[in-house]
């Protein structure tokens, strides 16, 4: 069966800090990768998707970038965090239109 | 591209009531209509869906009605429990070769014991 890792749970981090936030997922092969944010009770804002390795489409504008330097790992990062980062990342991959989510990283940026 | 409305925000009802959240799509192509339910704290999880070829699915206390001329679907929950409790979203795969799905903006339903 197929499942979704995602690390680290929580982190808080200072403004202007760097993040990379690491998804990766097992029992499948070649899947299509998503990460999302979720500010605190609202909804899911697509940042990035991938089709295959080194493939990256990007969905808003900021000062994040995600990279896919194999197959099942999707790397989220940042080289200075803003205040505006906080929120909830998760990670997803697809099969037939239907999302698998993980468990997500809550982050907040202080 | 697709967009997908999602209506009411919010929704209180009391346990044992009726609870039903609509969306509207705009991409007549759209095939597939998926519902996640988002507890607290935790990840969203596929609950229903339907396929552009039906009109009506049922899970037990759940279903999903389809209305492809209006573009519209809704989610009906019977007889809600408080652990019915938690933020639905409704969602739709995007037009650019279903590589994406779009989200609404999420319901929040309040089951009151």
């Known amino acids: 069966s197929q499942t979704i890792h995602q690390w680290p749970a929580t982190l808080v981090q200072p403004v202007g800090s760097p993040l990379s936030l690491e998804c990766t997922v097992e029992g499948t092969s070649n899947p299509n990768l998503y990460w999302y944010r979720q500010a605190a009770g609202r909804g899911l804002q697509l940042l990035f998707y991938?089709?295959?390795?080194?493939?990256i489409s990007s969905e808003v504008p900021q000062n994040l970038s995600a990279s896919r330097p194999q197959d099942r790992q999707f790397i989220l990062s940042s080289k200075k965090l803003l205040l505006s980062d906080s929120g909830f990342y998760l990670c997803a991959w697809s099969r037939k239109n239907e999302q698998f989510f993980g468990p997500g990283t809550r982050l907040t940026v202080l | 591209g697709e967009n997908v409305e999602q209506h009411p925000s919010t929704l209180s009802v009391q346990e044992g009531d009726s609870a039903v959240i609509k969306c509207t799509y705009s991409?007549?192509?759209?095939?597939?209509f998926p519902w996640y339910k988002q507890e607290l704290g935790k990840r969203p999880q596929l609950i229903i869906d339907i396929r552009s070829n039906v009109g009506e699915k049922k899970d037990q206390r759940i279903a999903v009605t389809l209305n492809k001329t209006a573009k519209h679907f809704s989610l009906h929950i019977t007889e809600t429990q408080p652990e019915d409790s938690a933020v639905y979203f409704c969602a739709a795969p995007s037009d650019t070769g279903g590589f994406k799905t779009i989200f609404g903006a999420g319901t929040r339903l309040f089951v009151k014991a």
């Open positions: 991409d007549s192509a759209s095939n597939y």
């Open positions: 991938s089709v295959g390795i080194g493939q």
